[in-house]
């Protein structure tokens, strides 16, 4: 079983829908849960990340985190074409002491591939 | 400041022939990373650099595999006898400091190995 786990979809959805999407993992010393976005070609680039359980919202997007449960999600409001790329969950154990080797090594899942249609 | 940059973006060789990519990180940060990324899955970790000092080595990483840091600035990955399992997006990020471990990503090079 991998660490983290991430449907690939792909899910394809008409402008100003409401995309959920999801991942699970299995390391409970995962602290910090980013997510990521990458478009065709390119390498992945930040959308938001949150620390421990809870919400955290930036613009029409929320990030959600589920400790207790091992459950991660990012949810897209009012969705639009240029949101069509893949979204990638990366949860890491975070900091540690200096030299720890735990630090900054994210955990990828595998990517959903998300279509917004016009 | 550009962000991180990574040559060359496409490599093609044939098998048996050894590669070099570099990664020039943003240049205040302290932290480098190399992750390799293959169709239709996520990156995954290969390498990281506190400045100069090779902190962690992935058990992905063959010893056909070495990577640099001199002086803790730019990084070089190099791969001798290139197989074909090798043929991937090779992905270098660079982040700074403590705390939630942002890693600002590279464009990749892309390895294709005949």
């Known amino acids: 079983q991998k660490e983290v786990e991430q449907d690939p979809g792909p899910l394809s959805v008409p402008e100003g829908a409401i995309v959920s999407l999801n991942c699970t993992y299995s390391?409970?010393?995962?602290?910090?849960f980013m997510w990521y976005r990458q478009y065709s070609r390119k390498g992945p680039e930040l959308l938001m990340y949150?620390?421990?359980?809870g919400n955290k919202e930036d613009g029409r997007f929320t990030a959600q985190v589920d400790k207790s449960s091992k459950y991660i999600s990012l949810f897209i409001r009012d969705s639009q074409p240029s949101d069509s790329a893949t979204y990638l969950c990366?949860?890491?154990?975070?900091?540690?002491?200096?030299?720890?080797?735990?630090?900054?090594?994210?955990?990828f899942g595998q990517g959903t591939i998300l279509t917004v249609h016009p | 400041d550009t962000g991180v940059s990574q040559d060359p973006r496409h490599k093609i060789t044939k098998r048996g022939q050894n590669v070099t990519f570099r990664c020039d990180p943003i240049?205040?940060?302290?932290?480098l990373y190399w992750y390799r990324q293959t169709l239709g899955q996520g990156p995954e970790f290969l390498t990281y650099?506190?400045?100069?000092?090779?902190l962690e080595k992935s058990r992905l990483l063959s010893d056909r595999f070495s990577a640099e840091r001199p002086k803790g600035s730019f990084s070089t990955l190099e791969i001798q006898r290139t197989e074909q399992g090798d043929s991937a997006m090779y992905l270098c990020?660079?982040?700074w400091g403590h705390g939630a471990n942002v890693l600002t990503f590279g464009a990749g090079s892309r390895l294709t190995v005949l």
């Open positions: 240049s205040e940060h302290n932290r």
């Open positions: 390391n409970s010393a995962f602290q910090y």
């Open positions: 650099f506190q400045n100069e000092a090779q």
């Open positions: 990366a949860p890491s154990e975070g900091s540690s002491n200096a030299g720890g080797t735990s630090y900054g090594k994210l955990t």
């Open positions: 949150t620390y421990s359980s």
């Open positions: 990020a660079s982040s």
